[in-house]
């Protein structure tokens, strides 16, 4: 089999064409390729007069060998199909523990069921089907399940978003987790999209699949169960803690506990900082609102004549500038067709996320629009800073909403113009728990908000439409990524305590969903290969 990059493909064409073109390409005849596999489909629009697919394949020709031979083109690579081998290994002493069950957690525990090791999964949210009632609760009635919501819960915060697997990193693993969740129910074309997402409507299915493949695999999930404290013997992991919802508490006995709490489990950060067995450490993070579209305009802006092209649906976008100020501005999670949603997990704040379904057939567009921040910001050198100054915003958003969940909002127009807003133009906010019109200047302080204004400025050279007057700002947005980092070695266990896996996005290893199970998935191969 070969591997054949770069097929331009044009929009209207079909799967089906895929071999005339291919054929083409390789100015081979079409009746000599055997089989073909779509391997990737991207969208080539930096010409607006002619948008069009690039598609790379895996082909079987019949005359494979002697094509090779003749070939000079260094793209084209012989390849074998890709499969992963799951670690063999003798049964371990205790049975593995896996604590929190968004990404990271969900993929540890599946690899080691898959090993045949019966993990035990903690989660201190529900069940997807409950955790879906008590977010819509939320968003129709103001009333907060401080434990499930939309950060906490089966499949973690990545259930409410837009359901991106695009990632920066190489790893084959991440290969295992897109055949995983496309066996789980979602959608197939997750396989060989550029940018595949899955969204929330399929989202909440996989997961429920893959926990019931876990379960058939021996393994074991206590929903709405918190980790409340670790204890160690001759500086490894001894016994954990758990409290279930009724308040009565569990001890559990384990030599590998993988840690994978997600990035808001602040009650969990604190207990693990006052019980002095892990080291923990400040980390740069983000923080901004959301910014909110007309979709029309964005495809527009994107695919000039091409908008609204059935091929292409809903057009994303991904920007980053630098000011001179140093800082970077960015959007981040950009959902096409979506909503801009309520996604609290603690009383008295206000924190924002976007989230699409997998058609991205809504009016609007929205996207993060954060700009970075380091250390220096905190205030303090406390390894949790970070997280009270996330917290810090949240309560002021709370606030400046009214006290009841709603959102603090602002026109572009009037953010640029440093005027608070009044009313709203075109572009209806989709904040589910309702917004205020403000000035989000009370929200950041003085060198964050100039930052986000220039950063629109910029970002609008770049993309013309993004400084549209009309566009709404819900802020805040606080939680891209974890404001800590808790230390591990090289074999991904804790530096101070043995048997200890920090895992995943709330330990501040990943930044998204496909990085997060694919650390869960390494994780889960330590613990295998541990002695």
């Known amino acids: 089999m070969i591997r054949i990059p770069e097929i331009k493909l044009p929009l209207d064409s079909t799967e089906h064409d895929l071999i005339g073109y291919t054929a083409k390409q390789i100015k081979t005849d079409v009746n000599a390729i055997q089989s073909i596999q779509l391997i990737k489909r991207s969208i080539d629009a930096r010409n607006k007069q002619n948008i069009h697919f690039i598609c790379t394949v895996d082909a079987e020709l019949s005359h494979e060998s002697a094509f090779m031979k003749k070939n000079k083109n260094p793209k084209i690579k012989y390849v074998t199909p890709y499969e992963y081998v799951i670690p063999l290994t003798k049964k371990l002493e205790t049975r593995p523990i896996v604590i929190g069950f968004g990404p990271a957690g969900m993929f540890a525990a599946l690899i080691l069921a898959q090993a045949g090791q019966n993990p035990i999964v903690i989660e201190r949210g529900s069940a997807v089907e409950k955790r879906q009632e008590q977010v819509v609760t939320f968003w129709d009635e103001g009333t907060l399940n401080t434990e499930s919501n939309v950060q906490f819960g089966e499949g973690g915060a990545g259930t409410f978003s837009d359901g991106k697997l695009n990632t920066g990193t190489k790893d084959g693993r991440a290969r295992k987790v897109l055949l995983e969740l496309a066996e789980a129910g979602a959608p197939r074309e997750i396989l060989y999209q550029a940018r595949p997402h899955i969204g929330t409507d399929y989202l909440t299915n996989t997961v429920r699949n893959i926990r019931k493949k876990i379960i058939a695999l021996g393994g074991e999930i206590y929903f709405d169960t918190k980790l409340t404290n670790i204890t160690e013997k001759n500086g490894a992991v001894s016994t954990i803690e758990v409290q279930n919802q009724n308040g009565s508490s569990t001890i559990l006995e384990t030599q590998h506990l993988v840690l994978a709490i997600g990035h808001s489990a602040r009650d969990t950060y604190e207990m693990l900082y006052n019980s002095n067995l892990v080291h923990i450490e400040q980390k740069p993070f983000s923080i901004g609102a959301r910014i909110e579209h007309p979709q029309s305009l964005i495809n527009h802006s994107q695919f000039g004549p091409y908008a609204n092209h059935p091929a292409l649906g809903a057009a994303e976008y991904k920007q980053a500038v630098h000011l001179k100020n140093g800082r970077g501005v960015y959007t981040f999670c950009m959902c096409p067709g979506g909503v801009v949603v309520a996604s609290a997990s603690e009383e008295g704040g206000v924190v924002t996320n976007g989230m699409s379904n997998f058609a991205r057939n809504g009016k609007n567009s929205n996207s993060g629009l954060l700009v970075g921040i380091s250390p220096a910001d905190f205030g303090d050198i406390h390894p949790l800073a970070g997280m009270y100054l996330q917290r810090k915003l949240e309560r002021r958003a709370f606030e400046l909403g009214g006290k009841t969940y709603a959102a ?89 305590l043995k048997g200890l896996y920090p895992c995943g996005e709330g330990a501040g290893y990943a930044g998204g969903i496909v990085s997060a199970a694919v650390d869960g998935i390494k994780c889960a191969e330590q613990i295998l290969s541990s002695d």
């Open 408 to 496: 603090p909002v602002q026109r572009v127009e009037d953010f640029i113009a440093r005027r608070a807003s009044t009313r709203w133009g075109d572009v209806t906010p989709t904040y589910q728990r309702g917004v205020v019109p403000c000035d989000l200047s009370s929200c950041f302080n003085e060198e964050i908000y100039e930052s986000l204004r220039e950063g629109i400025l910029r970002i609008n050279q770049n993309m013309v439409g993004f400084s549209y007057g009309d566009a709404l700002l819900t802020a805040v947005e606080t939680r891209s990524s974890a404001p800590i980092r808790i230390l591990r070695d090289e074999t991904l266990q804790s530096v101070s």
